[in-house]
């Protein structure tokens, strides 16, 4: 089935391991996206692509960097992790400025 | 900072029974999305809304955005317990990649 998917979907780090989130789409878009989403907070975004070659930083961007691997392939990186980074992480991706969002089903992170 | 405050932020009701869900702001949104997650999966979309006024159906679920486009409702008639679950709106102010989430209005339809 054509979509959007994460691995790992679970993690538990200690304070200061870094580890790599990867997310791979099938449907053909151009952006992707890396949400967090903790209790009460909502989404909030960390980085995004909106196309192959090009990343921003969205609101949340501390602590993460990502690269844009190629038009399937966008991984989120922590170096040094923080109980802080304790979330779950949602990979995204969207065809265009007005089309849903196609989340993944999710890392769940924890740093201890 | 967060643009978007969804209310109530939890609903328990029985099946059978009617809700409304809303999602305001003080910014105007060229776009507005409605999202439903349930646990341990990703928001799926539900609609999607870009004019001021409209309004939008699916099955039970009506969806309106406001004339300003600053807010937006969503409607539930006879809630089922398959509706349970963290509905979510998000908005983009500019037309751009990216959307801003609201914290979401987590509900559970008892049968």
């Known amino acids: 089935n054509a979509g959007v998917t994460q691995t790992p979907k679970f993690q538990v780090l200690k304070t200061g391991q870094s580890m790599t989130l990867q997310c791979a789409q099938d449907?053909?878009?151009?952006?992707m996206y890396w949400y967090r989403q903790d209790p009460g907070m909502g989404l909030r975004l960390i980085y995004y692509?909106?196309?192959?070659?090009?990343?921003d930083k969205g609101e949340v961007p501390n602590g993460y960097n990502v690269s844009r691997l190629n038009k399937r392939e966008f991984s989120l990186r922590l170096e040094s992790a923080a109980p802080s980074q304790t979330s779950v992480y949602f990979c995204?991706?969207?065809?265009?400025?007005?089309?849903?969002?196609?989340f993944g089903s999710g890392t769940r992170l924890t740093v201890v | 900072t967060q643009l978007l405050e969804q209310s109530p932020q939890f609903l328990s009701i029985q099946e059978g029974e009617n809700l409304t869900v809303y999602c305001n702001s003080s910014?105007?949104?060229?776009?507005l999305q409605w999202y439903r997650q349930e646990p341990g999966e990703g928001p799926v979309l539900l609609v999607t809304?870009?004019?001021?006024?409209e309004v939008k159906k699916l099955k039970r679920l009506t969806f309106q955005f406001g004339d300003a486009r600053k807010d937006s409702s969503l409607h539930i008639t006879a809630a089922q317990p398959g509706d349970t679950g963290l509905y979510l709106c998000?908005?983009?102010?500019?037309?751009?990649?990216?959307?801003?989430f609201g914290t979401g209005t987590r509900l559970k339809v008892l049968a």
């Open positions: 692509s909106a196309s192959e070659g090009t990343t």
């Open positions: 910014s105007v949104f060229s776009s």
């Open positions: 809304v870009v004019t001021g006024g």
């Open positions: 998000a908005g983009s102010t500019s037309g751009t990649y990216k959307y801003i």
């Open positions: 995204a991706t969207k065809v265009g400025s007005n089309y849903g969002y196609t």
């Open positions: 449907m053909n878009h151009n952006s």
